[in-house]
């Protein structure tokens, strides 16, 4: 049996849903790097997380369930999650860079007055 990669998390919480509905619609799917993702702590030094392979002959209903249980975004050839908010992250990122820049700005002239 042949299985693919459809999808890659870190959140351990993501793959027991996701377990659970696979194992409701009797998919044969297989979890990899489950234990060293959880024990290496955030992000597992570099790791890719935790991948959740489907067989081959499956894909298609095991991508169906991802996009009914909300976790799956635009799927592109190259079998990678696009995720559509992506640019709204940057530029809370940014946000939240400026509000901290202003805040020490602040912080300084505030202390350095005599």
Do not use: C
């Amino acid at each position: 049996m042949d299985y693919s990669t459809i999808y890659r998390t870190h959140d351990s919480a993501e793959v027991s849903i996701i377990k659970h509905k696979f194992e409701e619609e009797k998919l044969n799917y297989q979890i990899l790097d489950e234990h060293t993702s959880s024990s290496a702590g955030i992000a597992g030094m570099g790791g890719e997380g935790m991948r959740i392979q489907v067989q081959e002959s499956q894909i298609v209903k095991a991508k169906t369930i991802l996009k009914q249980i909300g976790y799956l975004g635009e799927w592109k050839d190259d079998l990678k999650k696009q995720r559509r908010n992506q640019p709204a992250r940057k530029w809370i990122f940014i946000f939240l860079a400026a509000l901290v820049l202003i805040i020490v700005a602040f912080l300084i002239m505030w202390f350095m007055n005599p």
